[in-house]
């Protein structure tokens, strides 16, 4: 059998399957891990004026994507974007808990994308504190 011959062949199987039992487009979910940023957020004055390293991790359940047949990033979330929107909400002014910078960076991503629902962690990997400890963080869920 020629190579046209098998492609139309295994095209029209697909075409059949997806008629026959309607197979929905996989459901995507954009993970962001450890983008870096310096802050200046914390409860204490010090904390605020010396600033500090976060590490920001965010999952977007965006549901069906085009972007899965099409290839094209028009169709999906630009994750590149995502980190620079977030970028912007963690540094253009100075929060006290890490609980409201996630929130505020749920709230902002839910506003400028179409997603079900979106995770933000934000964590302080040395924080100020008299103990050891490696790291402190904050988890918020939000849903569309």
């Known amino acids: 059998m020629a190579d046209d011959e098998l492609d139309d ?3 029209e199987s697909d075409e059949d399957e997806d008629e ?3 197979h929905p487009e996989p459901e995507v979910t954009i993970e962001i891990s450890g983008l870096s940023l310096y ?4 409860v204490t004055a010090a904390e605020r004026e010396i600033g500090q390293r976060l ?3 965010v999952r977007m359940d965006i549901g069906e994507s085009d972007a899965t047949i099409t290839d094209r990033i028009e169709d999906t979330v630009d994750y590149g974007e995502v980190c620079n929107v977030v970028a912007l909400v963690a540094q253009q002014r100075s929060y006290r808990t890490l609980e ?3 929130g505020a960076i749920a709230d902002r ?3 400028e994308y179409e997603v079900h629902a979106i995770w933000i ?3 302080k990997p040395e924080p100020p504190i008299a103990l050891p400890v490696s790291e402190v963080s904050v988890e918020v869920w939000r849903e569309a």
């Open 9 to 11: 062949e295994y095209a």
């Open 20 to 22: 026959d039992e309607g």
């Open 39 to 42: 802050t200046h957020m914390g």
């Open 55 to 57: 590490l920001i991790d």
């Open 100 to 102: 409201r910078l996630c």
């Open 109 to 111: 991503l839910l506003e």
């Open 121 to 123: 962690k934000a964590a």
